[in-house]
């Protein structure tokens, strides 16, 4: 996994995290969501560029 994509994946699900436990706190519906859809991205780019580690070798 190249570095910088493997730091994008686990900035995206950090701040998805946080989003949506803000969101959840607070009652906002949409931020949660927001934030689960952001942490989503991060964990299926992780599992993308993985699956490109795993053909290289």
């Known amino acids: 996994m190249t570095a910088n994509e493997k730091a994008k ?3 995206e699900q950090a701040a998805g995290a946080a989003a949506a436990a803000v969101g959840h ?6 931020l949660h969501a927001k934030g ?17 580690d795993i053909g290289k070798h």
């Open 9 to 11: 994946a686990k900035t």
């Open 25 to 30: 706190a607070v009652g906002n519906e949409s």
């Open 36 to 52: 689960r859809a952001l942490q989503m991205r991060g964990d299926a780019r992780q599992v993308k560029e993985k699956t490109k």
